[in-house]
């Protein structure tokens, strides 16, 4: 997978004493984070005897195949980064990193992996393979580097190679690399002499060559649109192609990840026609390498991030299935036959009463998070999805239908009702027996509005009320706060973007009683009678940020406060004293959590922030329990501790503290 992201903790506090009073004192690093839950779609997969070693978004799992019809997670560790690429080696597992270096975990131990070695770089991390005490690494855009990991604790790099293309994959055969190095083919590489490897030979292949595999006298390239090319690297000054393997379609398709087995090479392939995208896993007869011929293959319904083979099953690494084991023993007729569903991409979260609850693709998930530090999955209901607001025992869950799912039992969630939505949600409150449901019908040439849903009856629920926004006016977010509900819209005719207030004092008959531009408004919450809306910019030249809205009169909202921020501000979420957004920047090469205090609302300090792992740009948070939930997105969730002023938070009284932060 071709993404690039880092991971870096931002902080900022300053130590006061009495009579001086520069900027709000944090007690600690603000925000802190003390727990992850890091799973995600299964990038990698490396198998080694009865175990195989899968990355899960930014976690890495140990998985026992020894019954391949039911693999089982025995182990975890969390990774710094996304998993590209995993090779083992004598009990150690060497992870590349998309954006953050080398891994080293120890797996001597399936159910306690631990991290032993790390190696740095800012670079992306592709492929690597490890041989003789060394790590090989496909990075972009410096091609070739080569990782003494003989002391495992302290890696170091000893040489490097600047490949012409882009290096995606790598494979290792006696004292030479072989590269799939993009537009530029195949690169061979002489690494006899590890601190100093020089290229030695190349084939230009025809397409783009995405990954490589060789097994004896042969090269096997996926090379995208071209298939699967077979080059003779017998003398690898002089690597020359003997045969190739392609199918004749009139529509996209790309070869992009092989693995060779004995006769047979694997071959993830995908095409995309006039209704949508078909992704397979072909089995190709390489026994004349002459003459490849197709002999079988078996739909994975989905993206293939990494295929291996080892004895008689492929391991998929699947982007919204997890591990998928295939029985290829017959090459002609492979089959499934067993899989480990990891998680999806994580994109919303409410938490409460000790529990978080994440739209996780491929539904929901329920996390017992009264331990923050230590997370962990307790309930899972399939099918749910969309966003998610929970009061008491229930969650529900809306996109053009609002799921009420009993989660009393949060091993065992069950849906209990639904209702349809006037169109597709775009955000859901609920409050006093009601949920509140933001909807949009054709964003940008249709209209959207907000649907009153009464769930005092959560087996039963009934549309009650409903207000339309015309005009193509669709909606982003909604927040519910006594008797008025707070909607951002949009308007694709007028460009204009606000907050609007709607009366639902009368469920049956919601009223719009007044509205505030906000350029390019997004989220809303409301605490202790102001509302906080975020907006953003498309402009690097521009910032967004957090409005501060006094709503003491509702029927005339006033802003009465603004703290900017660059790029795009999106969800917020408030508790106390501190707004906390989620963002991006306006390059989408950066997401995190950003803390303002708006204790002040007239003057709300952006106090601190931290940036997270998120490729899929989820914008969830939630506060419950002294602790702010984030959707990460492939990276899961994570949890950070609320915010405090000072140790006791000037609750009793004692001005012992007024000098001192919390250690």
């Not at 990774?79 to 597992?93: G, K, T």
């Not at 080892?310 to 690494?317: D, H, M, N, P, T």
């Not at 795009?568 to 004293?577: I, L, Q, R, T």
Request: overall charge negative; hydrophobic content about 40%; glycine content about 10%.
């Amino acid at each position: 997978m071709r993404r690039r992201l880092c991971l870096a903790k931002m902080a900022s506090f300053v130590v006061i004493t009495v009579g001086f009073v520069a900027a709000p004192a944090l007690a600690q690093d603000c925000p802190e984070l003390v727990g992850r839950w890091p799973y995600g779609p299964a990038n990698a997969v490396a198998v080694a005897g009865d175990f195989a070693v899968v990355g899960s978004g930014s976690g890495l799992l140990i998985v026992d195949v020894s019954d391949p019809a039911a693999p089982l997670e025995v182990g975890v560790v969390p990774l710094p980064d996304f998993a590209s690429a995993i090779a083992v080696s004598d009990d150690h597992a060497y992870v590349a990193t998309q954006g953050s270096g080398l891994v080293v975990i120890d797996v001597s131990t399936p159910s306690a992996p631990v991290e032993v070695g790390f190696f740095s770089m800012s670079s992306r991390s592709e492929d690597v393979a490890v041989s003789g005490g060394y790590a090989y690494l496909t990075t972009y855009p410096e091609g070739l580097r080569v990782i003494d990991v003989s002391n495992l604790s302290s890696p170091m790099e000893v040489g490097s190679f600047d490949t012409p293309g882009e290096a995606w994959s790598v494979a290792l055969s006696g004292s030479f690399a072989y590269v799939a190095d993009g537009n530029a083919g195949l690169r061979v590489i002489d690494v006899s002499d590890p601190t100093a490897p020089a290229e030695v030979g190349f084939f230009d292949t025809s397409g783009s060559a995405e990954s490589v595999a060789v097994s004896g006298c042969y090269a096997y390239v996926a090379d995208g649109e071209a298939g699967l090319r077979v080059i003779d690297v017998s003398t690898p000054s002089s690597p020359v192609e003997v045969g190739f393997y392609n199918v004749d379609l009139p529509w996209f398709h790309s070869m992009d990840h092989v693995s060779v087995s004995g006769d047979y090479a694997y071959v993830f392939w995908y095409f995309c026609g006039e209704v949508g995208c078909s992704y397979w896993v072909l089995v190709i007869d390489v026994s004349t390498p002459s003459a490849p011929v197709e002999v079988g293959s078996i739909d994975t319904h989905g993206v293939a991030n990494d295929v291996e083979v080892e004895g008689s099953y492929a391991y998929v690494g699947h982007s919204w299935a997890g591990l998928v084991v295939i029985d290829v023993s017959t090459p002609s007729a492979p089959v499934e036959v067993g899989f480990l569903n990891t998680p999806g991409t994580t994109y919303e979260v409410a938490a409460s009463g000790g529990f978080a609850y994440l739209v996780s693709w491929p539904g929901l998930r329920v996390i017992d998070v009264r331990a923050p530090s230590s997370p962990v999955e307790v309930g899972f209901l399939e099918g749910a999805s969309g966003h998610i607001a929970v009061e008491g025992s229930y969650a529900y869950v809306a996109s053009w239908e609002v799921h009420v799912i009993d989660v009393s039992t949060p091993s065992a969630p069950v849906e209990i009702g639904s209702v349809d939505t006037p169109g597709n949600t775009t955000d859901i409150a609920v409050a006093g027996g009601y949920a509140y449901v933001a909807y949009t019908i054709d964003a940008g040439e249709g209209w959207g509005g907000v649907a009153v849903i009464d769930v005092r009856k959560p087996g039963v629920p009934v549309v009650v009320g409903l207000i339309d926004f015309p005009d193509r006016t669709s909606t982003h977010d909604v927040a519910v706060s006594g008797d008025f509900a707070y909607v951002t819209v949009w308007n694709s005719l007028t460009g204009r973007s606000d907050l609007r207030v709607i009366d639902v004092s009368t469920p049956s008959a919601p009223q719009e009683v007044s509205s505030l531009e906000v350029p390019w408004a997004s989220g809303v919450a409301v605490s202790g009678g102001y509302a906080y809306v975020t907006y953003y910019t498309y402009s690097p030249s521009e910032t967004g940020g957090l409005w501060v809205i006094d709503l003491s009169t509702p029927s005339a909202p006033v802003r009465v406060g603004i703290a900017e921020m660059p790029g795009f501000a999106y969800v917020v979420v408030v508790s106390g004293d501190y707004a906390y957004v989620r963002y991006n920047n306006s390059d989408y090469d950066e997401t995190g959590l950003r803390v303002i205090d708006v204790s002040t609302p007239s003057a709300p300090i952006e106090v601190g922030s931290y940036e997270i792992l998120d490729s899929a740009y989820a914008r969830g948070a939630s506060v419950s329990d002294g602790h702010v939930f984030v959707a990460g997105g492939d990276a899961g969730m994570y949890v950070f501790r609320e915010c405090p002023l000072f140790a006791d938070g000037f609750e009793t009284g004692d001005t012992s503290v007024w000098s001192a932060t919390v250690p």
